[in-house]
């Protein structure tokens, strides 16, 4: 049974409306894109704890709004993605002032950042930033359709 999760790390000030629905959501999103969810964990923190995650596993000394861990079984021939998707509340928060959008829009383009990462979407060239962020409002679209 597929899993999505939210947890807290060092924050607790995150309001998620309507979270069984972003779950469900979420687990279509791997469908859509032709992967296998077994078990994704979403974890809210700080800009700080986020930073440490970033010096401490990917030798980066800068914020970041999300750093995604696929811990999937490279192995398998049927792959079934397990993922650990770590969201700095802070960066969502100044990234939805800088952009003029609502602090909800801005944490669903980034859970749903995290979950293109795990289906195989990069976003270090100018090419991979332009496909994820297409992808993004294609699904931040659908979203709102369904409101």
Known sequence: MVQVRFSYADVS???????QI???FIAGI?????RNLLQLNYVFCSDEYLLKINKDYLSHDYYTDIITFDLS???SNYRQIIGEVYVSTDRVRENASTHSISFQKELLRVLFHGALHLCGYLDKKKS????????????LCLFEKRQ
């Not at 000030?13 to 979270?19: D, E, G, Y």
């Not at 791997?30 to 032709?34: L, P």
């Not at 991979?128 to 699904?139: G, Q």
């Open 30 to 34: 791997f469908a859509n894109e032709g």
């Open 128 to 139: 991979e930033i332009t496909k994820m962020r297409e992808r993004e409002n294609h699904y």
């Open 22 to 24: 972003v779950k469900h």
């Open 13 to 19: 000030n995150v309001t998620l409306p309507q979270k």
């Open 73 to 75: 079984d490279t192995d």
